[in-house]
């Protein structure tokens, strides 16, 4: 009966803690398909946090330490990126939030409250609308969501990288993964010099860089349609937790809003001025303002 606790901490043991400080342990857990890496820090209600493209869970270590006092934080890295192993099928959304619930599950906890950004923001809403019993509170940050009110907006829009995958897409970027990744932090940014750091740009590029993580980030994307497909039919029942959308001026934040209407009962909208897609880089004051006002004060957060 408590083999499955011994396992985790086991395996824990076995790798070296993420870069979030002192008070935060990795864990590496076993779930179908492949292991997650869980940071996990602090004392109080659940928090789960899920990266975006182009970045890992370290993304959120400012967040992670500020929240630590208050919410025990759990960071896990999605599969087939950062630390997390790569599984032979099922790289979508739908998927990853079920082998991310199962990791939740065996780390010992069942009710959370969850934050997601980018790519990370889908698979959290995936998460939510499957386990609404299981989610306290959703906060989805700069993005968009596939299959929702006008979604092909977005996905139809002159953005190439949609629809930059396989083969040949992994063959041109191979040694050149910074190159590729500079689009996204520049080009996404309010402005490229408040994007993410040159510390950061370096380990994002060397952790894509290894064997298999190109193609794993890639199959995120190849999986658009399948998850509009998942999403039109999850979104049929609206989210019945708090649901807060975070976005830039210059992003996404106007057009998730507009999404986050459609599939929550209980919506807030928070824009922050003069930033764009990199939220927790390009305006981490304000950002990690709205999210802690969103986690503390769910039905009250500020819109």
């Known amino acids: 009966m408590h083999r499955l606790p011994i396992l985790v901490a086991f395996l824990a043991s076995a790798v070296s803690a993420a870069d979030y400080g002192p008070g935060f342990t990795q864990r590496m857990v076993p779930v179908e398909g492949c292991t997650l890496s869980a940071t996990v820090g602090g004392q109080g209600p659940t928090v789960l946090l899920l990266h975006g493209y182009a970045e890992t869970a370290q993304m959120w270590k400012p967040l992670a330490i500020k929240l630590a006092p208050k919410f025990r934080v759990v960071a896990i890295d999605l599969p087939g990126i950062g630390d997390s192993s790569i599984p032979a099928t099922g790289i979508d959304m739908k998927t990853s939030a079920q082998r991310i619930h199962e990791a939740v599950r ?121 998850t509009a497909a998942d999403f039109a039919e999850l979104g049929k029942t609206r989210l019945p937790m708090p649901v807060a959308s975070i976005g830039g001026e210059k992003a996404n934040g106007a057009a998730l809003g507009e999404q986050v209407k459609l599939v929550s009962a209980n919506p807030t909208v928070v824009v922050i001025p003069n930033s764009g897609h990199w939220l927790m880089e390009e305006a981490p004051d304000e950002t990690m303002a709205a999210v802690t006002q969103a986690l503390e004060h769910p039905a009250t957060a500020q819109k």
């Open 106 to 226: 065996k780390l010992g906890y069942e009710r959370v409250r969850v934050v997601g950004h980018d790519i990370g923001l889908m698979v959290a809403y995936a998460y939510a609308a499957m386990y609404p019993n299981e989610v306290d509170q959703l906060t989805l940050m700069d993005a968009f969501l596939p299959g929702i009110g006008a979604w092909r907006d977005v996905y139809d829009a002159p953005v190439w990288h949609f629809r930059f995958y396989g083969h040949t897409p992994e063959q041109l970027v191979k040694g050149r993964e910074r190159t590729y990744f500079e689009h996204f932090w520049n080009d996404f940014a309010a402005d490229p010099k408040r994007s993410i750091p040159e510390e950061d740009r370096r380990a994002y590029a060397k952790a894509y860089a290894q064997p298999g993580r190109m193609a794993a980030g890639f199959a995120y994307f190849k999986s658009f349609l399948k």
